[in-house]
């Protein structure tokens, strides 16, 4: 079965390139990012790998912990790792699993559940679809799903983009509208009558009767 949003994440015990971990409870309090490539050693997850690793403070000040996932071995992680930092100028200090089972690909629905349990003798083609962002929030839901082709590098700016978006939505009752960003007005959710509006967002702007919009509260 899909996984939508609002979905429990399902939880998982995996190797990684720092030990064991269980999902959920290696999420714990926080928000996470799963994202996952097909294969070690391949050109466009190489440079990913190094934006996040770029970025993973920026993730961290949101209350957010990123974990990668590639289908080989954790032995196979660390030596990519090198090349990882040789490339994008950071060092990869987040955890990667190592899905050499297809284990955690098939629970996320990125691969068949008869697609055998080994990656031994794959390529990258053949996990083609296991290029997948995952968003899960501390109450342990799917908040975001993106898939990505093979030939088109992810961005990472685009995820952080949504999960100030994710943050700021779940603690007021107002919607970003297309292409936001942080500091930008905001849409007043439906759910807020115009007498709440009033109370709430002092000098909204009625653009239509279903559409009013609010600077972005604090």
Not at 105 to 133: F, H, I, W
Not at 162 to 174: C, E, Y
Request: proline share 6%; charged share 25%.
């Amino acid at each position: 079965m899909s996984l939508r949003i609002n979905d429990i994440a399902p939880d998982f015990t995996a190797e990684t390139t720092q030990g064991t971990i269980h999902f959920h409870e290696w999420i714990g309090d926080n928000w996470a990012v799963l994202f996952s490539h097909p294969k070690d050693f391949t050109p466009v997850c190489t440079t990913e790998l190094g934006a996040v690793a770029a970025l993973e403070s920026q993730f961290a000040q949101r209350g957010a912990k990123v974990i990668g996932l590639s289908c080989d071995p954790v032995k196979d992680h660390s030596k990519w790792a090198e090349d990882i930092k040789e490339v994008g100028g950071h060092a990869v200090n987040y955890p990667i699993i190592g899905d050499h089972d297809l284990n955690v690909a098939k629970l996320y629905d990125m691969l068949p559940a008869d697609e055998g349990d080994s990656c031994e003798g794959r390529t990258p083609a053949n996990n083609a679809p296991v290029r997948t962002v995952f968003v899960v929030g501390p109450d342990k839901r799917i908040k975001l799903t993106l898939a990505y082709p093979m030939t088109t590098g992810r961005n990472f700016d685009e995820i952080i983009r949504v999960l100030d978006s994710i943050q700021l939505t779940a603690k007021h009752k107002v919607a970003t509208p297309a292409n936001w960003q942080q500091g930008g007005d905001v849409i007043i959710t439906g759910a807020v009558s115009n007498e709440e509006a009033d109370k709430i967002f002092p000098g909204y702007k009625t653009v239509k009767p279903y559409l009013r919009t609010t600077t972005q509260p604090k």
